[in-house]
C-alpha cells in the first residue's frame, strides 16, 4: 500500500479558496498513491480560532465537494484532513472527512479531544463522541485528530474496532515537536499498528508549525519522515506486518486493565 502525506504550507495570506483549489491540485496529482492523508484545518489554520465562525461550511460544503471530486479524479482513498463543520442544530466541530476512490463520503470523524483547556477550540467547537474506523482493501484504519495523539486510550479503543493503522491529521505547534515524535512513535509501539501522521507547515495566527509529517511502523521505528516546509511525503507499506509483529510479539494479549472483567 502506497501512502501520500501532503504537508501543506498555510501561511496567512492566502485566502481559503486559493488555498482549497492548490490543495485539490496537489490531491488530484496523487495518482500513483492508494491512500493520501491531508492536515487538519488546513482551509483555516489550526489556531485562526477568529476564522473558525466565518469559515465553517456544513459537511456536505466547498470543501467536501472539491475533496470528493479530487479523490474520484486520482482514484484514492482520500483522508482530506479536517474543516470546521457548521451542524445547523448544534456548535461547530472539526471534523475530518474520508472520501473513496469513486468520490463517496466513507466516514465522518468529529473530533473528541479539543485543544485549548479554556480557550480556543475547547470553548469554540463540540466534541465528537463517535470512534471512526474506516475499512480498505488493504487495510483498516483508525482516525484520529491532533490533539487526540495525547490519549492512549482513544488508539487502544480504536485497535480494539480493528483498527491496524492509525492516521492522525494535524496542526502541531513547532514548539512541541519532540512531542509529536515521541507520541507518533509510542502509539505505534503500543498499539503495534502503522501510524501516519500528517500535520501543517508554516506559520498561521503567529504560531509556527511543527512539520515534520511521519510514518512510523509496528514495531515504533520512522519509515519516512518530512521536514518543517511544504512537502509530500510517500511511502510504500506492508500491511501484513501489522499481524505479524501482533503474532511475533503478542503483548496485546497480556492486556488486563481496561477489559470488561471475567464473568463468575
Same mark, same amino acid.
Given at each position: 500500500?502506497?501512502?501520500?502525506?501532503?504537508?501543506?504550507? /498555510?501561511?496567512?495570506?492566502?485566502?481559503? %479558496?486559493? +488555498? +482549497?483549489?492548490?490543495?485539490?491540485? $496537489?490531491? =488530484?496529482?496523487?495518482?500513483?498513491?492508494?491512500?493520501?492523508?491531508?492536515?487538519?484545518?488546513? !482551509?483555516?489554520?489550526a489556531?485562526?480560532?477568529?476564522?473558525f465562525? !466565518?469559515?465553517? %461550511?456544513?459537511?456536505?460544503?466547498?470543501?467536501?465537494? &472539491?475533496?470528493?471530486?479530487?479523490?474520484?479524479?486520482?482514484?484514492?482513498?482520500?483522508?482530506?484532513?479536517s474543516?470546521?463543520?457548521?451542524?445547523?442544530?448544534?456548535?461547530?466541530?472539526?471534523?475530518?472527512?474520508?472520501?473513496?476512490?469513486?468520490?463517496? $463520503?466513507?466516514?465522518?470523524?468529529?473530533?473528541?479531544?479539543?485543544?485549548?483547556?479554556?480557550?480556543?477550540?475547547?470553548?469554540?467547537?463540540?466534541?465528537? #463522541?463517535?470512534?471512526? !474506523?474506516?475499512? $480498505?482493501?488493504?487495510?483498516?484504519?483508525?482516525? @484520529?485528530?491532533?490533539?487526540?495523539? +495525547?490519549?492512549?486510550?482513544?488508539?487502544?479503543?480504536?485497535?480494539? &474496532?480493528?483498527?491496524?493503522?492509525?492516521?492522525?491529521? *494535524?496542526?502541531?505547534?513547532?514548539?512541541?515537536?519532540?512531542h509529536?515524535?515521541?507520541?507518533? #512513535?509510542?502509539?505505534?509501539?503500543?498499539?503495534?499498528?502503522?501510524v501516519?501522521?500528517?500535520?501543517t @507547515?508554516? !506559520?498561521?495566527?503567529?504560531?509556527?508549525?511543527?512539520?515534520?509529517?511521519?510514518? /512510523?511502523?509496528p514495531?515504533?521505528?520512522?519509515?519516512?519522515?518530512?521536514? *518543517?516546509?511544504?512537502?509530500?511525503?510517500?511511502?510504500?507499506?506492508?500491511?501484513?506486518?501489522?499481524? *505479524?509483529?501482533? %503474532? #511475533?510479539?503478542? @503483548?496485546?494479549?497480556?492486556? $488486563?486493565?481496561?477489559?470488561?472483567?471475567? +464473568? =463468575?
Amino acid at each position: 500500500m502506497r501512502a501520500s502525506l501532503i504537508q501543506i504550507d /498555510v501561511n496567512e495570506g492566502e485566502s481559503v %479558496e486559493s +488555498r +482549497r483549489r492548490r490543495v485539490t491540485a $496537489l490531491v =488530484r496529482e496523487q495518482t500513483d498513491a492508494d491512500l493520501v492523508v491531508l492536515p487538519e484545518l488546513w !482551509t483555516t489554520g489550526a489556531f485562526a480560532y477568529e476564522e473558525f465562525a !466565518t469559515e465553517a %461550511e456544513p459537511l456536505e460544503g466547498p470543501t467536501y465537494e &472539491a475533496m470528493a471530486k479530487a479523490a474520484s479524479d486520482a482514484g484514492v482513498w482520500l483522508h482530506a484532513g479536517s474543516i470546521p463543520e457548521r451542524d445547523p442544530e448544534g456548535p461547530l466541530y472539526n471534523t475530518a472527512l474520508i472520501f473513496s476512490p469513486s468520490g463517496d $463520503l466513507a466516514a465522518a470523524y468529529r473530533k473528541i479531544h479539543r485543544f485549548g483547556f479554556d480557550k480556543g477550540e475547547a470553548v469554540l467547537m463540540g466534541a465528537g #463522541q463517535e470512534l471512526v !474506523t474506516v475499512r $480498505l482493501p488493504e487495510t483498516t484504519l483508525g482516525v @484520529a485528530t491532533c490533539y487526540d495523539l +495525547r490519549f492512549p486510550e482513544l488508539f487502544r479503543a480504536l485497535v480494539d &474496532a480493528g483498527a491496524e493503522t492509525m492516521v492522525v491529521s *494535524a496542526g502541531w505547534p513547532e514548539r512541541r515537536r519532540a512531542h509529536w515524535t515521541l507520541l507518533a #512513535q509510542a502509539r505505534a509501539v503500543e498499539n503495534q499498528a502503522f501510524v501516519l501522521a500528517c500535520g501543517t @507547515a508554516g !506559520t498561521h495566527a503567529g504560531v509556527p508549525q511543527a512539520g515534520h509529517s511521519i510514518v /512510523v511502523d509496528p514495531w515504533g521505528d520512522v519509515l519516512a519522515e518530512a521536514g *518543517a516546509g511544504e512537502e509530500i511525503l510517500t511511502v510504500d507499506l506492508d500491511p501484513a506486518k501489522v499481524a *505479524a509483529t501482533r %503474532e #511475533q510479539f503478542p @503483548a496485546l494479549k497480556d492486556r $488486563l486493565l481496561g477489559l470488561e472483567p471475567p +464473568r =463468575r
